[in-house]
């Protein structure tokens, strides 16, 4: 057994992270189909827990960048942290162009129509899940800002910025449940969710700071108790609120409710406190966690092939069946691709000497 390996827990979490999101965009079908029997309600379920795997990803840069000195050198961050983004999304954002059309039977993948997909590259994601690389590329602009902030400010002053992040929070999700315009307005607190400093998800980034680094006095026993009920009020919200529209409705699956932000904090704090393992384990960790951004990128290529290919997912067991399919080749492709020098920069983000 390793112990006091202060990364291992990281490590943990981005494994993790990444299984979630892939399950998640594996269920997105069935979600949309024959609600409410029993396939449906296991999807549901499972993608609740699973909701906790963007705002994590979220939570590790800002636990990772804003504790490294590094992050002050703007240089520095341009070169070896933006760049490395930037590149494997680009290159991605290309195959991902290729692929949607030849899965989409209506579309034709001609020269023109892969021209005029691909240029919304500069404006929009030009698959779904590449969403989230427009939103962390800008903290990744910003981060030496935000270092000098953190290092510059007491924790009362990041608790507040927090506290005003959660409010805004709190505001959004309210807002996605009630109907009446009359409380919609009520609980729309413009004055601060027009803070454009603590919109959208850089309250993650910072909250992934906090709770790398402090002391958090809470047992593994309340954490977990916590993650269920998160996780269980999330489903039931989700099922609730999908029989009253009657079409699959994720307000409370969305990575800007107050239930998913619960619940990633007690993944992000009970999985961190692992610093011990065999040594295999960890060895397995590590690999997989070093292809984490390449498999992120690369999975819904994979998926919209099988879709082609006939794996709708329309039922429990073909989620079962795309997602390990998808989890096993978009692991091995990355895997091998990091490999090879210059490659593993091109398409998975990491230099190799």
């Not at 379920?45 to 590094?70: D, E, H, Q, R």
């Not at 939103?135 to 506290?163: E, T």
């Not at 990128?297 to 998808?326: D, Q």
Request: hydrophobic share 55%; charged share 15%; glycine share 6%.
């Amino acid at each position: 057994m390793k112990d006091s390996n202060k990364f291992l827990g990281i490590d943990i979490i981005r494994v993790i992270s990444m299984f979630c999101v892939i399950f998640l965009h594996c269920a997105s079908n069935r979600l949309r189909v024959e609600m409410g029997n029993t396939g449906w309600n296991v999807a549901n379920i499972l993608t609740s827990f699973a909701t906790c795997g963007v705002p994590m990803f979220f939570m590790i840069s800002g636990a990772l960048i804003l504790g490294s000195k590094n992050t002050c050198s703007i240089k520095y961050t341009l070169k070896n942290r933006v760049l490395r983004l930037i590149i494997p999304m680009a290159v991605w954002s290309v195959i991902a162009v290729a692929a949607g059309l030849y899965a989409d039977r209506e579309a034709v993948l001609t020269v023109g129509n892969f021209s005029r997909e691909i240029i919304k590259f500069f404006n929009k994601p030009v698959a779904v899940h590449l969403w989230f690389m427009y939103y962390l590329i800008p903290m990744y602009l910003i981060s030496p800002a935000i270092k000098i902030f953190i290092d510059n400010s007491g924790d009362n002053v990041i608790k507040y910025i927090l506290m005003l992040w959660l409010i805004e929070i709190f505001s959004l999700t309210l807002g996605g449940i009630v109907n009446n315009d009359t409380q919609k307005v009520i609980v729309n607190i413009g004055f601060i969710n027009n803070i454009g400093f603590i919109s959208g998800y850089l309250g993650y980034f910072i909250l992934g700071w906090y709770l790398f680094n402090k002391d958090i006095k809470i047992s593994n026993r309340w954490l977990i108790l916590i993650i269920a009920a998160s996780a269980l009020f999330i489903s039931a919200g989700t099922k609730m609120i999908t029989e009253y529209n009657g079409f699959y409705t994720e307000t409370f699956k969305s990575y800007r409710s107050i239930f998913v932000v619960i619940l990633s904090c007690g993944m992000f704090l009970l999985l961190n406190r692992i610093n011990k393992a065999p040594g295999i384990l960890i060895k397995l960790i590590s690999e997989l966690a070093a292809v984490s951004y390449g498999v992120y990128l690369s999975h819904n290529v994979i998926i919209n092939l099988l879709n082609r290919w006939g794996l709708k997912n329309y039922s429990i067991a073909e989620v079962f069946e795309t997602f390990f399919i998808t989890a096993f080749f978009s692991i091995i492709i990355i895997w091998i691709l990091s490999k090879i020098k210059y490659i593993a920069v091109i398409f998975a983000g990491i230099k190799k000497s």
